[in-house]
């Protein structure tokens, strides 16, 4: 049976738009683009925090319909987004819902420690897609699929992070970086497949473990949380497609990946300006 997904995400057109192609392009088993929602918040992610301790202020939000609480604040004071119709969706029932929210590593409001604090403290409640939800802290998730470059030989890589007093120009240092890469909208399913295997990998070795059926459970946001805070100690931000793990999630098991994705190690440039349509 198909799941039915919400998505939470805090930007009014990219982050959905993105969401749409990416599973749209998979024809993943679990989750199409037929049966996935996508409510566009406004706010982000500290924002969202506030939101809850509004309704909830001793910080235990066990009690909370999360759904619910954003539907009450969206009604009240909509300053554009949510849309009246995306504010129908949180009237639904859903079999997942996942919470995506930027990292927001300049956002002036909180200190260093308040974010961390607060990143923490969502990222220990918001746990499990099919109870309260799962909460998903990216690079921006746009820019961390587009984020490669072509080698001499024709295969695309990852590109190194970025340095942490960089971070703010992500957006622009992506297009500054990703030469001959396509807009997302070109993107085949083979390309986002092996995108999406280049993230994986690069979560394993971060983690330090292999993805697989057993151990998908440690990929989780409070992992993800450790190392983004290991690597700003070492003066870069990591960019992580994390979006590329949700099918991993609904599935409870690893992608097939030797079965699933053509056999050569990355897609090519003029297999790019061919065939991603």
């Not at 909180?110 to 998903?136: C, P, Q, V, W």
């Not at 080698?151 to 971070?167: A, H």
């Not at 099918?247 to 699933?260: G, Q």
Request: glycine share 6%; hydrophobic share 35%.
């Amino acid at each position: 049976m198909n799941s039915k997904v919400l998505f939470i995400v805090e930007g009014e057109n990219d982050e959905a738009e993105f969401i749409r192609y990416y599973f749209s392009r998979l024809r993943d088993e679990q989750v199409t683009g037929d049966n996935i929602s996508i409510f566009r918040y406004g706010c982000n992610i500290y924002n969202f925090y506030d939101c809850l301790v509004h309704n909830q202020k001793d910080g235990d939000f066990s009690s909370l319909e999360v759904l619910t609480v954003l539907k009450e604040a969206a009604e009240a004071e909509r300053n554009g987004l949510p849309l009246k119709e995306d504010i129908a969706l949180l009237d639904g029932s859903y079999t997942d819902i996942f919470l995506v929210f930027d990292l927001d590593n300049h956002d002036p409001t909180h200190s260093h420690e308040e974010k961390e604090r607060i990143l923490n403290h969502l990222a220990s409640y918001f746990t499990d897609s099919t109870d309260r939800g799962m909460l998903i802290v990216d690079s921006p998730m746009v820019e961390a699929y587009r984020d490669l470059s072509v080698r001499y030989d024709g295969e695309v890589v990852l590109n190194e992070d970025i340095e942490l007093e960089r971070s703010g120009d992500y957006k622009s240092i992506v297009g500054e970086r990703s030469v001959g890469i396509p807009s997302l909208s070109k993107y085949s399913r083979d390309s986002f497949l092996i995108t999406s295997h280049l993230h994986y990998k690069k979560f394993s070795l971060l983690l330090g473990i292999a993805i697989d059926r057993k151990n998908i459970d440690l990929f989780n946001c409070l992992s993800l949380l450790r190392i983004i805070e290991e690597e700003k100690g070492k003066g870069f931000l990591p960019v992580l497609g994390w979006i590329s793990l949700v099918p991993l999630y609904l599935s409870k098991t690893a992608l097939d990946l030797s079965l699933r994705i053509p056999t050569h190690s990355g897609f090519h440039s003029l297999s790019i300006a061919r065939g991603l349509s």
